[in-house]
């Protein structure tokens, strides 16, 4: 089935470790971003990328790093988590331009303790 | 930077009722509008959007909403809720060069049956 798929769906991490949430979508979509939501504060974007080799920060992008090797994959790695990274974390994609709207995966909800 | 503000955090209503949800951005040239909805536990979808043309667009499940150039607004209406329409709801402002979603900050709507 075409969409954005997320993985881990829930992760449980103690302070200081590292994972990479992993990002796939078989569109062919040249934009990809990363977004976490909280409570009260809608949904804030971490990094985007315009198409492979190609990424850039956004709103929130300290204690995350991203890549785009492929224009189907974009991981968005925690290099030592923190309990503030507590989260849902969204990957979105969007074909050409984001004004066409993003398509969204089915988040993961991360836990630092 | 844009920004863009849901003064409603969260409405109760009863079954039938009519739904206005306030969206205001800030941004003085060309947007892009959107409402999305996310309901429990599911990611965000695309409810409608807004490129240019009729100022009043139509999206799924019969929600609309109405672009105000003037008064920065793109409000989300319903003239009659139901019970499934209980989710979270985010209006976003994309810009011209559509690299960056801006989201609001969602209004929680419940509705009683």
């Known amino acids: 089935n075409a969409g954005v798929t997320q993985t881990p769906k829930f992760q449980v991490l103690k302070t200081g470790q590292s994972m990479t949430l992993q990002c796939a979508q078989d569109m062919n979509h040249e934009y990809m971003s990363w977004y976490r939501q909280d409570p009260g504060m809608g949904l804030r974007l971490i990094h985007y990328?315009?198409?492979?080799?190609?990424?850039d920060q956004g709103e929130v992008p300290n204690g995350y790093n991203v890549s785009r090797s492929t224009t189907e994959d974009f991981p968005l790695r925690l290099l030592s988590a923190a309990p503030s990274q507590t989260s849902v974390y969204f990957c979105a994609s969007s074909y050409g331009s984001g004004a066409n709207g993003y398509t969204f995966g089915s988040g993961t909800r991360l836990t630092v303790v | 930077a844009q920004s863009v503000s849901q003064h409603n955090h969260h409405v109760i209503l009863s079954e039938a009722a009519s739904l206005e949800l306030g969206c205001n951005y800030s941004y003085g040239g060309t947007v892009n509008l959107f409402w999305y909805v996310q309901y429990p536990g599911q990611h965000l979808q695309l409810l409608l959007k807004y490129f240019s043309g009729d100022p009043l667009v139509k999206g799924i499940k019969g929600f609309e909403a109405e672009f105000i150039k003037s008064k920065f607004s793109f409000n989300l209406r319903k003239p009659s809720v139901q019970w499934s329409d209980t989710a979270e709801y985010f209006c976003?402002?994309?810009?011209?060069?559509?690299?960056?979603?801006?989201f609001g900050t969602g209004t929680s709507l419940t509705v009683i049956p």
């Open positions: 976003a402002v994309i810009s011209e060069t559509g690299n960056q979603f801006y």
């Open positions: 990328s315009v198409g492979a080799g190609i990424t």
